[in-house]
């Protein structure tokens, strides 16, 4: 519902899908929701800005400009800015989002297919209502092996950590023909191995120790335990008939309708 409240403008509370747990009880952000303004022409100023689109910063800029609670934008779970990126662009252009799409069963491209993120809901994490407040890192103990490995949930300012990181790399990846991407991201997620937090250990074993099925098991973990949105909505073919959910496609018309 949207409020006047002390300013001079509409706002609206935005849930975050972390429930605001894993934020120190000192942060803002451990209310759970996070206050935005709706979008004006100020905002579309930022959206057709050139130079931020080339940048990769449009949506960061966009996201500043949105929120009116005095938070740490930095401090933002991945998860939770993602469903604030959502928020702002229902509260820009509306619920209504078209775009096209491929059925899964018929193939046949559906031209402008309306969904309604509104009913796009907030992924159900097992277990988070136990998460203890301000907790960030988690554990997972491979069944099978004698592997425990403890993870953290990355902030926005992790994700800038990353890009950078990578950039620094482009002159080898341009080299060797390999993205670092998968191994980098790891580096920044692991915080500790069978409880050794040393970071040479624990980037050695990433490189020359993690097997690729566990790697692939532990990023399942995390992607299944992280907070944020559930991308997986309901789809109905027109052709065909076929009904069953798919992964959201987000593409240019999603902040540029009609672009």
């Known amino acids: 519902m949207a409020e006047q409240g002390k300013y001079n403008f509409l706002t609206e509370k935005v849930f975050l899908p972390s429930k605001g747990k894993p934020y120190l009880p000192t942060n803002p952000l451990s209310n759970g929701f996070v206050e935005m303004k709706y979008m004006t022409a100020k905002e579309e100023d930022i959206l057709t800005s050139k130079s931020l689109i080339e940048k990769n910063t449009v949506i960061d800029v966009l996201l500043k400009s949105l929120i009116v609670?005095?938070?740490?934008?930095?401090?933002?779970?991945?998860?939770?800015?993602?469903?604030?990126?959502?928020?702002?662009?229902?509260?820009?252009?509306?619920?209504?989002?078209?775009?096209?799409?491929?059925?899964?069963?018929?193939?046949?491209?559906?031209?402008?297919?309306?969904?309604?993120?509104?009913?796009?809901?907030?992924?159900?994490?097992?277990?988070?209502?136990?998460?203890?407040?301000?907790?960030?890192?988690?554990?997972?103990?491979?069944?099978d092996k004698e592997l425990t490995i403890k993870y953290k949930l990355l902030t926005n300012k992790d994700e800038d950590n990353i890009t950078q990181e990578l950039k620094g790399l482009e002159k080898l990846t341009n080299k060797t023909n390999i993205s670092y991407d998968l191994t980098t991201r790891l580096k920044h997620i692991i915080t500790a191995v069978n409880g050794n937090i040393d970071r040479t250990f624990i980037n050695n074993f990433i490189d020359n120790q993690f097997l690729a099925m566990d790697s692939r098991t532990l990023r399942k973990v995390i992607r299944d335990n992280t907070p944020g949105i559930d991308s997986d909505v309901a789809f109905t073919c027109p052709s065909c008939g076929y009904q069953g959910n798919i992964s959201l496609p987000i593409g240019p018309e999603f902040f540029w309708p009609g672009s």
């Open 69 to 143: 609670s005095e938070i740490n934008y930095d401090d933002l779970l991945v998860g939770d800015k993602e469903a604030l990126t959502f928020a702002a662009r229902v509260l820009g252009y509306g619920r209504s989002y078209e775009t096209d799409i491929t059925c899964p069963k018929c193939k046949n491209l559906e031209r402008n297919y309306e969904f309604d993120l509104s009913k796009v809901e907030h992924k159900n994490i097992p277990g988070m209502d136990e998460w203890a407040q301000s907790q960030q890192e988690f554990e997972y103990k491979f069944p």
